[in-house]
T-cell receptor, first 113, second 111 residues
Framework: SAVISQKPSRDICQRGTSLTIQCQVD?????MFWYRQQPGQSLTLIAT?????????ESGFVIDKFPISRPNLTFSTLTVSNMSPEDSSIYLC??????????FGSGTQLSVL | GDSVTQMEGPVTLSEEAFLTINCTYT??????LFWYVQYPGEGLQLLLK?????DKGSNKGFEATYRKETTSFHLEKGSVQVSDSAVYFC??????????FGKGTRLSVIA
């Protein structure tokens, strides 16, 4: 089974700054996704990270705020830009392998002051 | 679009009680169905899954059966333990589509 390494595991950031979260999978996967889990809430899909092309964003999420890269089959980044306290959340990377199995990273706990 | 509806929490049970957490779904086609669990302070873990109608997923004493006729995937456990206290998420996924999650149900088991 695939193992997803996500970093940083947590960070405390100042309002107006940006944070890039990295997601590395130890084997090739077909699809990678980014989710947000706000305090006490369920997981909301931000976008599907597409290899070599622009990510596919869900309603309510835009590229200027959450730019995503996926340069190859095993790596993706999510940037949370111009942060505000409302962006305080857990951000999760997820991947699907060629056997259709889904895996999650351990998440990045972000607090914005 | 696809969606998952699960029962509102929190659910509080005494140890050894029977647990049911209801989950129904709306989807086009024939999705796979999942239950994920999130223990306090930990990440999301796959608890069980079913990929086609009438399949039963099971793990750690938990079971759920994929019911196409009622579009349901209810989670059950015959005798809960304090260590089962967690948030449980029902989810679905079609082929080559991301997971769609329910809102989660918090379970508290008291000794």
């Amino acid at each position: 089974s695939a193992v997803i390494s996500q970093k940083p595991s947590r960070d405390i950031c100042q309002r107006g700054t940006s944070l890039t979260i990295q997601c590395q999978v130890d084997s090739q996967v077909t699809m990678m996704f980014w989710y947000r889990q706000q305090p006490g809430q369920s997981l909301t899909l931000i976008a599907t990270a597409n290899q070599g092309s622009e990510a596919t964003y869900e309603s309510g999420f835009v590229i200027d705020k959450f730019p995503i890269s996926r340069p190859n089959l095993t790596f993706s980044t999510l940037t949370v830009s111009n942060m505000s306290p409302e962006d305080s959340s857990i951000y999760l990377c997820s991947a699907r392998d060629f056997d259709e199995k889904l895996f999650f990273g351990s998440g990045t706990q972000l607090s914005v002051l | 679009g696809d969606s998952v509806t699960q029962m509102e929490g929190p659910v509080t049970l005494s140890e050894e009680a029977f647990l049911t957490i209801n989950c129904t779904y709306t989807a086009t086609g024939y999705p796979s169905l999942f239950w994920y669990v999130q223990y306090p302070g930990e990440g999301l873990q796959l608890l069980l899954k079913a990929t086609k109608a009438d399949d039963k997923g099971s793990n750690k004493g938990f079971e759920a059966t994929y019911r196409k006729e009622t579009t349901s995937f209810h989670l059950e456990k015959g005798s809960v333990q304090v260590s089962d206290s967690a948030v449980y998420f029902c989810a679905l996924s079609g082929r080559n589509t991301p997971l769609v999650f329910g809102k989660g149900t918090r379970l508290s088991v008291i000794a």
